[in-house]
């Protein structure tokens, strides 16, 4: 009877362990899902910041060059 009561406690305590262990993953969870989440934003701004400009200067690159040679075809 004796080793009943104490495996019942035991089973109870490792029960109680595993309910704390599950909500303390959970809260590891949430903070690496934050942390995902501006990383990931972090990604997109800079992105957005670098690649844009560039693509503008790119797409713009003909028109600026001809406008240029028409400035200084003048000062010759």
């Keep these: 009877m ?3 009561t104490s495996l019942e ?3 109870e305590a490792l ?3 595993v309910k704390s262990q599950s909500e303390q993953l ?3 969870q949430a903070g690496v899902d934050k942390a995902r989440r501006f990383f ?6 800079t992105v957005a910041t670098v690649l844009l ?5 790119a ?3 003909p028109f600026l060059t001809q406008m240029v040679s028409g400035f ?3 000062l010759l």
């Design 2 to 4: 004796e080793t009943n």
């Design 9 to 11: 406690g035991k089973i």
């Design 15 to 17: 029960a109680a362990a």
């Design 26 to 28: 959970d809260r590891i």
């Design 40 to 45: 990931q934003w972090s990604f997109i701004v």
């Design 53 to 57: 400009p560039l693509v503008a200067i």
């Design 59 to 61: 797409l713009m690159w």
């Design 72 to 74: 200084t075809a003048g």
